[in-house]
């Protein structure tokens, strides 16, 4: 027991310094990583009004009838939809003013062929499946969500499901036939 006391030494001024030393070379260490990090943390948030700015450019030219492809844009996927005849006509076949979120689909599309909308479901935020024709559509045609079951139709309004609104068409302008700038 008392060996014990005995083996502990109190620090000689030379050893107390070095720790001193140790311990604050650690903490310049900490510093400087805090510090170099903060530009590459900073350029990975861009401003608010940069993100409100940003833009996509795409083109449609790749899509043949029938086929979807997805882009990413301000973090969230856009769904291109180069509709038939037939879904096109299905579409504004419906009396849209007894939908849920009345729209037509006329206002939702700049040109009749491409559906252009954000895919993010109104509910709570799932991705909608659709995209690809092995994936269901639900019982509208259009997407599905399988998170709570919300069911879309070609135009992308909300059919039945808990879902409140349509998805989002986002702004985009036409700058050829088939190059569209989203954003
Ligand atoms: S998040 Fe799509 S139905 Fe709930």
């Not at 301000?74 to 006509?89: D, N, S």
């Not at 309004?157 to 998805?167: F, V």
């Given at each position: 027991?008392?060996?014990?006391a005995?083996t ?25 990583a ?20 940003s ?28 509709r ?9 076949s419906?009396?849209w003013?007894d939908l849920?979120?009345?729209?037509p ?23 909608p ?31 039945r499901?808990?879902?409140p ?7 985009y ?11």
């Amino acid at each position: 027991m008392g060996d014990l006391a005995e083996t502990q030494s109190v620090p000689t001024e030379d050893e107390s310094r070095r720790d001193f030393l140790l311990h604050a070379t650690v903490a310049t260490g900490v510093v400087g990583a805090a510090v170099s990090l903060w530009p590459l943390i900073n350029s990975l948030n861009p401003a608010a009004d940069t993100l409100a700015l940003s833009s996509v450019e795409v083109s449609l030219a790749g899509l043949e009838e029938g086929q979807a492809a997805t882009i990413s844009w301000r973090g969230k996927p856009v769904f291109l939809r180069y509709r038939t005849p037939a879904e096109i006509e299905e579409a504004r076949s419906e009396r849209w003013q007894d939908l849920p979120d009345p729209q037509p689909d006329e206002e939702r599309v700049q040109d009749d062929r491409y559906l252009i909308v954000v895919g993010v479901c109104t509910h709570l935020g799932c991705i909608p499946l659709g995209q690809k024709t092995t994936e269901t559509r639900g019982d509208f045609g259009g997407y599905f969500c399988p998170c709570h079951g919300s069911h879309y139709d070609v135009s992308a309004r909300i059919r039945r499901g808990p879902a409140p609104s349509n998805l989002e068409v986002p702004e985009y302008t036409y700058l050829s036939e088939t190059n569209v700038r989203i954003g």
